[in-house]
């Protein structure tokens, strides 16, 4: 069943290519006037600058930062959420919005910060993978030892009937989603691009595997590119999708202790 009207969809598609991911800007005005009522305020520009301050509002409703507001709107041009959901649809895929019975509710922990809505691929029902679920990550430049470690503690956790969820990386990462194909279990890789997009080219078949009986899930519109601090950013949904989150071999500035911090603070 779905409960998310086609106006609302095309609303929180169109939000993450003006704006990007994790905007607590955008995702408070989401929250205050919901995705549809932002839309129209980018699109019309109703707003008036304070006097004396340095934001906007919307005749009724939260104060909107004016650089936010003109970078948004310079942005629009570009926006087709309707040829996104397509080329989604036409890969197999869809796009999971709050509301809809697939969407994981705690990501709904995440305040402002909540995504707008998911892209997956896959055809196992999100939600259920991530209500009995544990994440995996550490560093790409793994030793032997640790991709021996992760492969024991996650052929343990799906004989156990966990799903295994990480990032798609190479190392740690990579070795998490192998170890839950060989044990026959459900895997989960959060890309920080488009599900569409193969990043690292190496793991091109591996995300084949994992699309047999897991998922692809993003933040990011098919045919986005990775971004340094896109990375970053998909973490706190890595953390905040499962029940726990392990790292296993990771530097001191590593990607993989961000994820340990998100996961943290919940």
Partial sequence: MVTVSAQERA??????????PGDGVLGRLVRELGAVGVMELVRSGAAAT?????????????????ESLRRWRARLPSVDPERDLDVCER???????????????QLDDLGDARPYALWVRGEADLRFLCVRSVSVVGARAATAYGAHVVAEL???LAERGFTVLSGGAYGIDGT???????????????????????????????????????LLVSEWPPGALPTRNGFLVRNRVIAALTRGTVVVEAAARSGALSTARHAAAR
């Fill in 91 to 105: 890969l197999g895929g869809r796009m999971v919005c709050p509301g809809d019975p697939e969407w994981p509710t």
């Fill in 176 to 214: 998490a989603h192998r170890a839950a194909l060989a044990a026959g279990g459900p895997t989960v890789v959060v890309l920080a691009c488009g599900v569409d997009v193969s990043y690292p080219r190496g793991h091109e078949s591996l995300f084949g595997e994992v699309l047999r009986g897991g």
């Fill in 50 to 66: 304070p006097a004396g301050g340095d934001g906007a509002s919307a005749a009724s409703g939260p104060p909107v930062p004016a």
């Fill in 11 to 20: 609303a929180r598609a169109a939000l993450v290519r003006i704006a990007g």
């Fill in 154 to 156: 996650v052929t343990g």
